[in-house]
């Protein structure tokens, strides 16, 4: 008897665990922007997708998913619905990772993608699968001073001033950040300098930074919220679409500038195990046509196909001295030489006091 009712107990507490962890599970994905019931599937007539992204693309998404859904069905006759997540893009990559159920990403930087073919998600090669090198759209760093430009903030090189205090990211935190070092870092060594001097330019920028917020989004609230800073480092597109949004803000594009080149991919084991195959990997092609492009250009991303390009020249002209992270050996070289630990970045902080 007082067996069957320890045996009792046991059940009921393995039961309310497993509610527990399935409760848990629930608040997870909810937090990520999913509901539990939102995994993969196909079922005759439907078929359900997960795209998970980084966060300022939400707006270009908004518009092309439905465009895209409606070109399915009028060639397949099935209803497409694409569940999305959005948030970091290194936050994204690692939750895809520990088991978020995605079949396409949208990343910040190729570096990410890469991470999740190392994991085992994504086979190699991904990059030679689609046009561009995977690149469905691209960006350059911006700089947005203070209304009227009190500091005269013209160039890369008027953020070594003295009095100039400047709010960028941490790079060893943000994706985002690292675009900005290396935009800094190539600012010099692009325009014929050495790694000597723009080890020294990059230098005196972080000796004005007064603070290293954990990613751009705590930058922008650094910089608006709580008025720090003379000048903020941020994306061209971010800028846009805060213009897009009513804030009437200032910026300054330099002519020597990096492309910040954003990856699709398609997550190879859940596809095939979702049996989605085919639908995932039209869907990032959809992102290639001109009429996807032109939803990326409309909210602040440069697009890559020639036609939208040439459509959007206004609002996009063209950089003096344009480089990528191949220019500077790259994302493997680049992760060594300036990110790793002891890396330059590293010894940055050392020098001035941070590490």
């Excluded at 061209?236 to 804030?247: D, K, Y």
């Amino acid at each position: 008897m007082v067996g069957q009712q320890k045996r009792r107990q046991w059940k009921r507490l393995l039961s309310l665990l497993l509610v527990g962890f399935s409760t848990t599970l629930a608040v997870i994905l909810s937090l990520v922007g999913l509901t539990a019931c939102s995994t993969s599937t196909v079922s005759g007539d439907r078929v359900e997708l997960t795209l998970v992204s980084f966060a300022v693309t939400r707006a270009a998404y908004k518009e092309i998913i439905p465009q895209f859904a409606a070109q399915w069905q009028q060639e397949h006759g099935q209803t497409v619905v694409i569940n999305q997540s959005y948030g970091g893009s290194g936050s994204q990559t690692r939750a895809v990772i520990d088991g978020l159920d995605a079949d396409v990403v949208a990343l910040a930087l190729a570096l990410d993608v890469e991470k999740l073919e190392q994991s085992g998600l994504i086979q190699p090669g991904w990059e030679q699968e689609l046009p561009n090198g995977a690149i469905a759209h691209t960006s350059v760093a911006a700089l947005v001073p203070r209304t009227g430009n009190p500091k005269n903030i013209t160039n890369w090189a008027d953020l070594a001033k003295a009095d100039v205090s400047v709010i960028t990211a941490n790079p060893k935190t943000s994706g985002g950040a690292r675009w900005n070092f290396l935009a800094l870092w190539g600012s010099v060594a692009q325009a014929a300098g050495t790694d000597a001097t723009a080890l020294d330019y990059t230098t005196k920028v972080f000796q004005n930074a007064p603070v290293l917020p954990r990613d751009a989004r705590e930058s922008t609230d650094v910089f608006f919220k709580q008025a720090q800073g003379d000048v903020l480092i941020n994306y061209e597109n971010e800028v846009i679409l805060a213009r897009l949004n009513g804030q009437d803000l200032p910026y300054v594009v330099p002519d020597i500038n990096i492309s910040i080149e954003n990856p699709v991919a398609v997550i190879d084991r859940n596809v095939d195990r979702h049996g989605t195959r085919a639908v995932a990997e039209a869907f990032v092609q959809y992102l290639f046509t001109p009429e996807a492009q032109r939803e990326f250009a409309k909210v602040g991303f440069r697009p890559i196909e020639p036609t939208v390009t040439a459509e959007f020249a206004e609002q996009y002209p063209p950089i003096q001295t344009l480089f990528t992270v191949q220019d500077l050996g790259g994302w493997d070289t680049v992760q060594a030489k300036f990110f790793a630990d002891g890396a330059l970045f590293d010894q940055i902080q050392a020098t001035i006091g941070r590490g």
